[in-house]
């Protein structure tokens, strides 16, 4: 069978109504068992977003000890051991398979990993035909020195965020959200956040950390804020102790986890029965203009802003175009939209007529686009 047959078989959407029944059985729980035959029993197309932290077979060979000679907790669990890289291969295949079945056609999916792992699941997310949106890098504010001083100190690990298919075009990218967060600045692709620790590590009765490689809150809210929505379904099919789940919880979303060991899902639950959501209203995040409704250009002339053989200018007067009747600019043998005329008198391909034509309003030159968020105010 080739690729193309399983990822077409895969791919047959389940009927709306089917997902509304089976959500009743797995939204916003934890299920027990090996992730690859639990995300073959969800529904097709029926999750938002996947954020996978999969073992990142660490190859560790013999016991770390730091210059004091006490132990490092390391992750030597049996579940981070596999006999090859090609045995790690088949399970990423296997598991990556089973994740694209189930994510909507303009679903996305962060994977997380270390120089261990993360490229070689890279590869094979593209091999699969994930389409690659970015390589994010956790720079970890307090990382683990490097107790053998042979290497450079592991400061940092990688996710890719990637959606479904290259033509998945409508996926949620909550851009204005993050640049809010980084005080107006673009969000850039490092992320500068502590590993877990304090009192977010969650420890068992004799003060040992539950899960070895637990991550932060921090690293999943700006994960989630950037590619969700209120409501949307998240799937963490290696769950640990919650982290997503407990995330998802507090910001509104709804979970679902996979994860066989029962000391993890008992840690996991308890975790996520104490998140008291934030308030509905506190969950709103900024939107850019793209996500406000679609206003015409002919609604400033219907609702008077604007007539029809009044002139337009740049902001400088430099350039000028008279409306006519139906909405289109006419500036010496330039005809069309906004956009087009703005673009031809300056000489230029593209233009954003919204923002370089005004009109003069009290002797004072005023920028259309004020007059297309009066409209949309009324439409609101």
Not at 117 to 141: E, P, T, Y
Not at 173 to 182: G, R, S
Not at 240 to 260: D, H, Q, W, Y
Not at 265 to 285: F, G, H, N, Q, T
Request: charged letters at 25%; aromatic letters at 8%.
């Amino acid at each position: 069978m080739t690729l193309s047959s399983v990822l077409a078989r895969d791919f047959v959407p389940e009927s709306s109504s089917s997902v509304s029944q089976a959500k009743h059985d797995w939204l916003n729980t934890i299920i027990s068992g090996d992730c690859v035959a639990a995300m073959e029993k969800l529904p097709a197309a029926s999750i938002d977003v996947i954020f996978a932290d999969p073992p990142y077979n660490l190859q560790l060979e013999g016991d770390l000890h730091r210059p004091d000679q006490s132990k490092v907790d390391a992750v030597d669990d049996a579940w981070d051991q596999f006999s090859s890289f090609e045995a790690y291969d088949a399970f990423t295949r296997a598991w990556l398979l089973a994740a694209r079945r189930v994510l909507k056609p303009n679903g996305t999916i962060w994977v997380i990993g270390s120089y261990h792992n993360i490229f070689r699941v890279g590869a094979l997310m593209q091999d699969l035909r994930f389409w690659m949106l970015n390589d994010v890098i956790w720079r970890k504010a307090n990382p683990m020195p490097n107790f053998r001083g042979r290497r450079f100190t592991n400061a940092h690990e990688t996710m890719i965020w990637a959606s479904r298919d290259q033509k998945a075009k409508s996926y949620t990218f909550n851009y204005e959200a993050m640049k809010m967060l980084n005080d107006g600045t673009q969000m850039r692709s490092d992320w500068h956040i502590p590993i877990c620790n304090g009192h977010e590590r969650l420890k068992d009765e004799d003060g040992q950390k539950v899960h070895p490689t637990q991550k932060p809150e921090a690293l999943l809210q700006r994960v989630l804020l950037t590619s969700t929505k209120p409501g949307d379904v998240v799937l963490d099919p290696f769950f640990g102790t919650g982290t997503t789940g407990a995330v998802a919880k507090l910001l509104g979303r709804n979970f679902v986890g996979i994860e066989r060991d029962s000391s993890y899902r008992k840690a996991a639950e308890a975790r996520i029965a104490a998140i008291e959501p934030i308030s509905e209203d506190a969950l709103v995040m900024s939107e850019g203009k793209r996500a406000a409704p679609r206003i015409p250009f002919g609604r400033l002339l219907e609702g008077g802003l604007l007539s029809a053989g009044e002139t337009l200018t740049d902001a400088k007067g430099r350039h000028g175009a008279t409306i006519r009747v139906d909405g289109s600019l006419i500036s010496g043998s330039h005809v069309g939209s906004i956009h087009k005329v703005g673009a031809l008198v300056q000489g230029f391909e593209a233009c954003n007529g919204w923002t370089y034509w005004h009109v003069e309003r009290g002797g004072k030159r005023v920028c259309i686009d004020e007059f297309r968020e009066e409209i949309r105010a009324i439409a609101a």
